[in-house]
């Protein structure tokens, strides 16, 4: 394994790391805004579901008939 040392510095080893880490995190943050569905700056160009809009089973609302 030091070997690998003698070929490549340290100082390189961690530059490559950090700028390939930071590539990949700004290629993910991309196609997560091409989504519709994680597209946070837009907003959500769809109204919610009519199930997740429903109250939780069992539950009785305030007002409601019943």
């Known amino acids: 394994m030091y ?6 510095g340290v100082r390189t ?3 490559g790391l950090y700028a390939w880490l930071g590539f990949l ?6 196609v ?6 994680y ?8 109204s919610p ?5 429903s109250p939780m089973p069992g539950k009785k609302l305030a007002g409601v008939n019943g």
């Open 13 to 15: 080893v961690m530059v």
């Open 49 to 53: 579901k009519a199930a997740e809009m």
């Open 3 to 8: 070997r690998i040392w003698q070929l490549f």
């Open 39 to 46: 597209n946070w700056i837009e907003g959500a160009s769809k």
């Open 32 to 37: 997560l805004l091409s989504t519709d569905k």
């Open 25 to 30: 995190a700004i290629m993910i943050h991309l």
